[in-house]
């Protein structure tokens, strides 16, 4: 089975662009969540998307929004990119957000904004 | 709010011997937490979790114990193996009626293993 897989691996951008992130789950897992990584701050929870609806959401500007497709697919979009959003951007799905299913991460989004 | 602390950021041990990674948490509604390994350019990889009703779980070399009184867990890895030397995360999560079950991780533990 195919693991979690995310588009581009790497990314440049400047500020006050906008980039979109893409991540398609394992298949038929319907729950897909995203996180930022930045050095010493661990995993920041983005949000969790699952049948399309946003599940949850962490503490982030509105900036940062998300999307769900029908085939479980995810987009994450950042607006309006800031020197501070240079991050490893991780996506995660698994079977259900209701559970205590295991999440699978996929390698990350490299984004490098200048 | 650092819900999920892993207070030391490294930790080297000798090939054969045992690593033990530590982890605290502060929010008494978290009831299942995992442990994950991170090498540099993939994404974190599961490695093994523990529910709030148990105090300990094991899977071949790693050993996760959990100790609630003091909001604790750790994971001991015997014996160590060169592979090993990652980023460990702790993560938490709690039951929260009407919303999806999140993942709160912690900063992360450099094991470095020495052959």
């Known amino acids: 089975k195919a693991g979690v897989t995310q588009t581009p691996r790497y990314l440049i951008k400047t500020r006050g662009q906008q980039v979109t992130l893409s991540c398609s789950p394992i298949s038929g897992h319907r729950s897909v969540s995203w996180y930022q990584q930045t050095p010493g701050q661990g995993l920041q929870f983005l949000f969790e998307?699952?049948?399309?609806?946003?599940?949850n959401k962490g503490n982030f500007p509105g900036r940062f929004s998300g999307r769900q497709f029908s085939n479980s697919r995810s987009e994450m979009n950042v607006s309006t990119l800031e020197l501070g959003d240079s991050a490893l951007y991780l996506c995660?799905?698994?079977?259900?957000?209701?559970?205590?299913?295991?999440?699978?991460f996929g390698p990350g989004t490299r984004l490098t904004v200048l | 709010d650092q819900q999920v602390k892993q207070n030391s950021p490294s930790l080297s041990v000798q090939e054969g011997r045992i690593s033990i990674l530590n982890c605290d948490y502060t929010n008494s509604m978290f009831d299942y937490f995992l442990w994950y390994k991170k090498y540099p350019a993939e994404g974190p990889t599961f490695l093994i979790s523990i529910s709030s009703i148990k105090d300990k779980n094991e899977d071949g070399r790693f050993t996760v114990f959990l100790n609630k009184s003091a909001k604790h867990l750790s994971l001991h890895i015997v014996p160590s193996q060169p592979g090993d030397s990652a980023v460990y995360f702790c993560?938490?999560?709690?039951?929260?009626?009407?919303?999806?079950?999140?993942?709160?991780f912690g900063s992360g533990t450099q094991l470095t293993v020495l052959p």
């Open positions: 998307y699952f049948s399309e609806t946003q599940r």
């Open positions: 995660a799905s698994r079977r259900t957000s209701r559970s205590t299913d295991t999440q699978y």
């Open positions: 993560a938490a999560s709690a039951k929260e009626s009407g919303s999806a079950r999140q993942l709160t």
